[in-house]
């Protein structure tokens, strides 16, 4: 069962200066709320983090969430709707997300006459060590006021801790239909795991698909193997365009001797 922190009750505060920033997560050793300020929020371990809210769920609800398996973490990851799903699918197969948590951290201001907090959708640690907010939005609400203070906050405050900060809304349809298709070969390989140093060397150029295939005995496993290579960064393509024989296809950089 997840657990859930239930943040304290607030109040119109009136203060100068400036704007006092904090983060609650549950710490992932001992599930307790946690709560820093910002000299110790960038190191915090969030990716690591349980919701620290509930995810609704009920008979009748517009959303459709549920429980997203990350190659990226080895855990189930909770969504709440069919469209942070889609985000996480794409996250999951960036090769600079080395960490992921969806509603992972709540973030507390208090500024001069407001308080607000705002608990984003999705946590990413990336490989340089800083990290990225998301928030995913119905398309259609993008541009609502309430939706555009949010994300300008919380945009200011990652840009105190040097993080990035994303409001997104509808996913790249071409590159998640890519991207959701390759997810299927992102487990480890058993049969054609043998192909991986042929296919590799063969790819050093970039070549259409079907012509690496025609340099193996077995194309029908040959295949699967190149999806695996794809979602693994080993190989690369063009994820905007749609993905067929014809695809070109090369080794990445971490690949090539």
Known sequence: MTTVFRPRSRRSVVSAGRERLTITYLDPATNEARTCG????????????????????????????????????????????????????????????VGIATQALIIDGVGVGEVWAHTPDIFCRLADGTARLVDVKNPRRLGDDDVQQQADRTRAFCHELGWDYRLVGAVPAQRYTNTAWLRGYRRPLHAGVDLVPRLLALAASPLPIGELLSFIDAPEIALPVVFHLLWHHQLACDLDRPLTLSTLVTTTEETQP
Request: proline share 7%.
């Open 38 to 97: 910002l000299d110790q929020a960038a190191g915090a371990p969030v990716e690591r983090c349980l919701p620290i809210r509930r995810i609704p769920s009920y008979i009748g609800q517009k959303h459709t969430p549920g429980w997203f398996y990350s190659a990226t973490t080895g855990t189930l990851l909770g969504f709440e709707s069919h469209l942070e799903s889609q985000w996480l699918t794409l996250f999951d197969h960036e090769h600079d997300v």
